[in-house]
Protein backbone atom coordinates (compact mmCIF):
# COMPACT_ATOMS: atom_id res chain seq x y z
CA UNK A 1 0.00 0.00 0.00
CA UNK A 2 1.52 3.60 -0.42
CA UNK A 3 2.29 5.37 2.33
CA UNK A 4 1.84 9.12 2.92
CA UNK A 5 1.90 11.15 -0.52
CA UNK A 6 3.37 14.56 -0.87
CA UNK A 7 4.24 17.11 -3.47
CA UNK A 8 6.27 18.58 -3.87
CA UNK A 9 9.24 16.82 -2.47
CA UNK A 10 11.28 20.36 -2.92
CA UNK A 11 10.36 23.71 -3.38
CA UNK A 12 12.60 27.04 -4.37
CA UNK A 13 10.56 30.08 -4.05
CA UNK A 14 11.78 33.82 -3.91
CA UNK A 15 9.78 35.97 -0.95
CA UNK A 16 6.51 37.36 -1.45
CA UNK A 17 4.96 34.10 -3.81
CA UNK A 18 2.41 31.72 -2.67
CA UNK A 19 2.98 28.54 -1.79
CA UNK A 20 1.13 25.29 -2.17
CA UNK A 21 2.32 21.88 -0.44
CA UNK A 22 -0.38 19.30 -0.62
CA UNK A 23 -0.61 16.01 0.99
CA UNK A 24 -2.81 12.82 0.40
CA UNK A 25 -3.37 10.80 3.65
CA UNK A 26 -3.36 6.91 3.58
CA UNK A 27 -6.50 5.64 2.50
CA UNK A 28 -8.82 4.98 5.53
CA UNK A 29 -6.93 7.04 8.22
CA UNK A 30 -9.14 10.03 9.26
CA UNK A 31 -6.83 12.16 10.94
CA UNK A 32 -4.21 14.66 9.55
CA UNK A 33 -1.52 16.46 10.53
CA UNK A 34 0.94 19.22 9.03
CA UNK A 35 4.35 19.62 10.82
CA UNK A 36 7.31 22.21 10.11
CA UNK A 37 10.68 20.64 10.87
CA UNK A 38 13.85 22.94 11.58
CA UNK A 39 16.88 22.49 13.08
CA UNK A 40 16.23 25.57 15.41
CA UNK A 41 12.84 24.19 16.43
CA UNK A 42 12.38 21.21 15.54
CA UNK A 43 9.18 19.33 14.63
CA UNK A 44 6.19 21.98 15.46
CA UNK A 45 2.32 20.67 14.89
CA UNK A 46 0.96 23.35 13.05
CA UNK A 47 -2.65 21.80 12.62
CA UNK A 48 -4.35 18.64 12.14
CA UNK A 49 -7.85 17.42 11.08
CA UNK A 50 -10.34 14.83 12.14
CA UNK A 51 -12.87 13.99 9.31
CA UNK A 52 -11.78 16.35 7.51
CA UNK A 53 -12.36 19.17 10.18
CA UNK A 54 -9.79 21.42 11.76
CA UNK A 55 -9.50 20.39 14.86
CA UNK A 56 -6.72 22.86 16.42
CA UNK A 57 -4.86 25.15 14.71
CA UNK A 58 -3.02 26.89 17.36
CA UNK A 59 0.59 26.03 15.65
CA UNK A 60 -0.10 27.93 12.57
CA UNK A 61 2.41 30.43 13.25
CA UNK A 62 0.75 33.51 11.23
CA UNK A 63 -2.36 34.14 8.89
CA UNK A 64 -0.13 33.72 6.22
CA UNK A 65 -0.71 30.10 6.51
CA UNK A 66 -3.61 28.38 5.50
CA UNK A 67 -4.79 24.65 5.41
CA UNK A 68 -7.55 22.88 3.77
CA UNK A 69 -8.63 19.57 3.62
CA UNK A 70 -11.93 19.28 1.28
CA UNK A 71 -12.24 15.38 1.20
CA UNK A 72 -10.80 12.51 3.20
CA UNK A 73 -7.59 11.66 0.56
CA UNK A 74 -6.69 15.79 -0.06
CA UNK A 75 -5.16 18.44 2.14
CA UNK A 76 -2.96 21.25 1.18
CA UNK A 77 -1.10 23.87 3.14
CA UNK A 78 -0.77 27.55 1.27
CA UNK A 79 1.67 29.75 2.35
CA UNK A 80 0.93 33.74 1.45
CA UNK A 81 2.92 35.49 0.97
CA UNK A 82 5.91 33.68 1.94
CA UNK A 83 9.17 34.39 3.86
CA UNK A 84 12.59 33.63 4.18
CA UNK A 85 11.98 32.23 7.56
CA UNK A 86 9.57 30.08 6.34
CA UNK A 87 12.28 27.77 4.91
CA UNK A 88 11.80 24.55 6.53
CA UNK A 89 10.84 20.57 5.70
CA UNK A 90 7.42 20.62 5.96
CA UNK A 91 5.75 16.68 6.70
CA UNK A 92 2.23 16.01 6.47
CA UNK A 93 1.14 12.58 8.55
CA UNK A 94 -1.83 10.41 8.87
CA UNK A 95 -3.44 8.31 11.67
CA UNK A 96 -5.95 6.50 12.32
CA UNK A 97 -8.46 7.97 15.23
CA UNK A 98 -7.78 5.81 18.01
CA UNK A 99 -4.72 4.21 16.87
CA UNK A 100 -1.51 5.69 18.47
CA UNK A 101 0.80 5.64 15.12
CA UNK A 102 1.32 8.62 12.85
CA UNK A 103 2.69 7.80 9.38
CA UNK A 104 4.41 10.31 7.99
CA UNK A 105 5.44 11.30 3.96
CA UNK A 106 8.82 12.01 3.30
CA UNK A 107 8.15 15.70 3.48
CA UNK A 108 8.87 18.78 1.26
CA UNK A 109 11.98 20.77 1.67
CA UNK A 110 10.71 24.15 1.15
CA UNK A 111 13.60 26.96 0.42
CA UNK A 112 12.23 30.56 -0.38
CA UNK A 113 15.22 33.23 -1.09
CA UNK B 1 2.32 24.01 28.50
CA UNK B 2 3.87 19.84 27.71
CA UNK B 3 7.22 20.26 26.84
CA UNK B 4 9.47 17.27 25.99
CA UNK B 5 13.05 17.46 26.50
CA UNK B 6 16.16 15.62 24.79
CA UNK B 7 19.13 14.43 25.68
CA UNK B 8 21.76 14.67 24.55
CA UNK B 9 21.35 16.73 21.48
CA UNK B 10 24.67 14.85 19.80
CA UNK B 11 25.76 11.82 20.31
CA UNK B 12 28.83 10.47 18.01
CA UNK B 13 30.47 7.04 19.17
CA UNK B 14 32.18 3.60 17.69
CA UNK B 15 29.98 0.93 16.46
CA UNK B 16 30.04 -2.11 19.55
CA UNK B 17 29.01 1.01 22.02
CA UNK B 18 26.14 1.38 24.19
CA UNK B 19 24.38 4.60 24.51
CA UNK B 20 21.29 5.76 26.39
CA UNK B 21 18.85 8.96 25.32
CA UNK B 22 16.52 10.47 27.36
CA UNK B 23 13.44 12.17 27.30
CA UNK B 24 12.08 14.06 30.46
CA UNK B 25 9.11 16.24 31.26
CA UNK B 26 7.25 17.98 33.80
CA UNK B 27 4.11 16.73 32.36
CA UNK B 28 2.38 13.26 32.41
CA UNK B 29 1.83 11.52 29.73
CA UNK B 30 -0.54 9.26 28.89
CA UNK B 31 1.75 7.49 26.29
CA UNK B 32 4.91 7.74 25.07
CA UNK B 33 6.32 7.06 21.89
CA UNK B 34 10.05 6.94 20.02
CA UNK B 35 10.29 7.53 16.24
CA UNK B 36 13.92 7.27 14.42
CA UNK B 37 14.10 9.44 11.19
CA UNK B 38 16.33 9.15 8.86
CA UNK B 39 18.10 12.40 6.64
CA UNK B 40 15.12 13.25 3.67
CA UNK B 41 12.58 11.22 5.21
CA UNK B 42 9.79 11.57 7.57
CA UNK B 43 10.07 9.91 10.80
CA UNK B 44 8.94 6.34 11.38
CA UNK B 45 7.41 4.52 14.90
CA UNK B 46 9.96 2.44 16.76
CA UNK B 47 7.78 2.09 19.99
CA UNK B 48 4.89 3.36 22.36
CA UNK B 49 4.94 2.79 26.09
CA UNK B 50 1.92 3.24 28.66
CA UNK B 51 2.11 1.68 31.69
CA UNK B 52 4.50 3.62 34.11
CA UNK B 53 7.32 1.36 34.61
CA UNK B 54 7.03 -0.55 31.69
CA UNK B 55 9.99 -1.89 29.62
CA UNK B 56 9.91 -2.89 25.37
CA UNK B 57 13.01 -4.32 23.91
CA UNK B 58 13.07 -4.16 19.75
CA UNK B 59 16.34 -6.10 19.05
CA UNK B 60 19.10 -4.19 20.60
CA UNK B 61 16.72 -1.23 21.36
CA UNK B 62 15.37 -1.23 25.09
CA UNK B 63 12.96 1.46 25.87
CA UNK B 64 11.91 2.14 29.09
CA UNK B 65 8.31 4.50 30.83
CA UNK B 66 8.96 6.66 34.14
CA UNK B 67 7.08 5.11 36.93
CA UNK B 68 5.49 8.60 36.82
CA UNK B 69 5.16 8.56 33.34
CA UNK B 70 6.95 11.93 33.02
CA UNK B 71 10.28 10.30 31.22
CA UNK B 72 11.58 7.80 29.19
CA UNK B 73 14.95 6.46 28.05
CA UNK B 74 15.95 4.83 24.80
CA UNK B 75 19.25 2.34 25.46
CA UNK B 76 20.88 0.42 22.38
CA UNK B 77 23.37 -2.69 23.09
CA UNK B 78 26.47 -2.64 20.75
CA UNK B 79 25.59 0.16 18.50
CA UNK B 80 26.30 0.02 14.71
CA UNK B 81 26.40 2.37 11.94
CA UNK B 82 22.96 1.20 10.62
CA UNK B 83 21.71 2.69 13.86
CA UNK B 84 22.84 6.27 12.69
CA UNK B 85 20.11 8.70 12.82
CA UNK B 86 17.55 11.54 14.68
CA UNK B 87 15.91 9.95 17.59
CA UNK B 88 12.55 11.76 18.27
CA UNK B 89 10.30 11.26 21.27
CA UNK B 90 6.65 11.95 21.76
CA UNK B 91 4.21 11.99 23.98
CA UNK B 92 0.26 12.52 23.54
CA UNK B 93 -1.04 15.40 24.30
CA UNK B 94 -4.62 16.54 26.42
CA UNK B 95 -7.41 16.76 23.95
CA UNK B 96 -7.51 13.81 22.80
CA UNK B 97 -6.94 12.96 18.64
CA UNK B 98 -3.65 11.59 18.87
CA UNK B 99 -2.46 14.65 18.52
CA UNK B 100 1.82 14.30 19.43
CA UNK B 101 4.19 16.68 21.22
CA UNK B 102 7.66 15.90 19.95
CA UNK B 103 10.88 16.79 21.80
CA UNK B 104 13.88 18.27 19.85
CA UNK B 105 15.56 15.08 19.18
CA UNK B 106 18.71 13.24 19.48
CA UNK B 107 21.38 12.76 16.65
CA UNK B 108 22.95 9.61 17.08
CA UNK B 109 25.97 9.18 14.80
CA UNK B 110 27.74 5.53 14.43
CA UNK B 111 31.09 5.27 12.85
CA UNK B 112 32.37 1.83 11.80
Known amino acids: DAGVIQSPRHEVTEMGQEVTLRCKPI?????LFWYRQTMMRGLELLIY????????DSGMPEDRFSAKMPNASFSTLKIQPSEPRDSAVYFC???????????FGPGTRLTVL | TQLLEQSPQFLSIQEGENLTVYCNSS?????LQWYRQEPGEGPVLLVT?????EVKKLKRLTFQFGDARKDSSLHITAAQPGDTGLYLC????????????FGAGTRLAVHP
Open chain 1, 93 to 103: ASSFQGADTQY
Open chain 1, 27 to 31: SGHNS
Open chain 1, 49 to 56: FNNNVPID
Open chain 2, 27 to 31: SVFSS
Open chain 2, 49 to 53: VVTGG
Open chain 2, 90 to 101: AGEASGGYNKLI
